[in-house]
């Protein structure tokens, strides 16, 4: 009677394949969904936090106008 677990199976394979033959690879829906969200932050971090500086470097300095409101006080009416 074997030793080893009856639901695991381990094969191990080497093949030589030319260099010339092409070997085609479809990724599943989970794989490409992983790879583009790593895409996506890799690039939506960088952005956002040039935004940010760039705004803040424009608002500290008065290149933009602007002004405080609240939602919380009525507005007066003139």
């Known amino acids: 009677m074997p030793f080893a677990n009856p639901h695991k199976t381990k094969i191990m394979i080497t093949a ?11 990724p599943g ?7 583009a969200w ?3 932050l890799s690039l939506l971090i960088p952005i956002m ?11 500290r300095h008065k290149l ?6 609240s939602d919380l006080m ?3 009416r003139v």
């Open 38 to 40: 790593i895409q996506y």
């Open 64 to 69: 933009v106008d602007s002004m405080i409101s």
């Open 74 to 76: 009525p507005r007066k």
């Open 16 to 26: 030589e394949i030319p260099i010339e033959q092409q070997v085609k690879y479809i």
């Open 49 to 59: 936090s040039a935004f940010y500086l760039a705004a803040g470097f424009m608002f």
């Open 29 to 35: 829906i989970l794989q490409t969904l992983k790879f």
